[in-house]
T-cell receptor, first 111, second 114 residues
Framework: KQEVTQIPAALSVPEGENLVLNCSFT??????LQWFRQDPGKGLTSLLL?????REQTSGRLNASLDKSSGRSTLYIAASQPGDSATYLC??????????FGQGTILTVHP | DTEVTQTPKHLVMGMTNKKSLKCEQH?????MYWYKQKAKKPPELMFV???????INESVPSRFSPECPNSSLLNLHLHALQPEDSALYLC?????????????FGPGTRLLVL
């Protein structure tokens, strides 16, 4: 069974800190790893997608890395802001576009 | 335009009702997805349509019936639901439904079954 685990479950940091969210997965047949953001009661917003052949992707203050051999991905957020507060979900993509999600990390950035 | 729209935003229904959820996208995507998300849990895949054909059915009970009338529209017909089916139902789309594509999500329909 494919499993995706995210650590920590919740994180509270002061504004301006750099932080790292962790994601681990069990399926070596991974096609890609996607990071999403979800605000309370809302849909998901795609942040970054890393193909299995890639090592990392960057978008603005966000950097995501992928290590297939160890089954790990990290999302690095630089200079965090209160507007970054949300739930961050990683999802493992396998064949036919199927995504298996982790439980998410609830991030709170306080002023 | 990277928008996926879903209607209605909220729905309350009894266990004997029949209702439908609607999802629409105008990005020219040929793959569309239904996910179910319970409170404080991650989304779980229900169905995948690729080129208007059902390609994945994750063993979802028959009281949920998907329909893809054209490449822009995806419906989820609901009948004889149970209170435990109360959840946020999310629709997503991607280019063709293969691996390696970004999925774009709608805002969801929050369903309450009484």
């Amino acid at each position: 069974k494919q499993e995706v685990t995210q650590i920590p479950a919740a994180l509270s940091v002061p504004e301006g800190e750099n932080l790292v969210l962790n994601c681990s997965f069990t399926d070596s047949a991974i096609y890609n790893l996607q990071w999403f953001r979800q605000d309370p009661g809302k849909g998901l917003t795609s942040l970054l997608l890393i193909q299995s052949s890639q090592r990392e992707q960057t978008s603005g203050r966000l950097n995501a890395s992928l290590d297939k051999s160890s089954g790990r991905s990290t999302l690095y957020i630089a200079a965090s802001q209160p507007g970054d507060s949300a739930t961050y979900l990683c999802a493992m993509g396998t064949s036919y576009g199927k995504l298996t999600f982790g439980q998410g990390t609830i991030l709170t950035v306080h002023p | 335009d990277t928008e996926v729209t879903q209607t209605p935003k909220h729905l309350v229904m009894g266990m004997t009702n029949k209702k439908s959820l609607k999802c629409e996208q105008h990005m020219g995507h040929r793959a569309m997805y239904w996910y179910k998300q319970k409170a404080k849990k991650p989304p779980e895949l229900m169905f995948v349509y690729s080129y208007e054909k059902l390609s994945i059915n994750e063993s979802v009970p028959s009281r949920f019936s998907p329909e893809c009338p054209n490449s822009s529209l995806l419906n989820l017909h609901l009948h004889a639901l149970q209170p435990e089916d109360s959840a946020l139902y999310l629709c997503a789309s991607s280019q063709v439904g293969t691996s390696g594509e970004t999925q774009y999500f709608g805002p969801g329909t929050r369903l309450l079954v009484l």
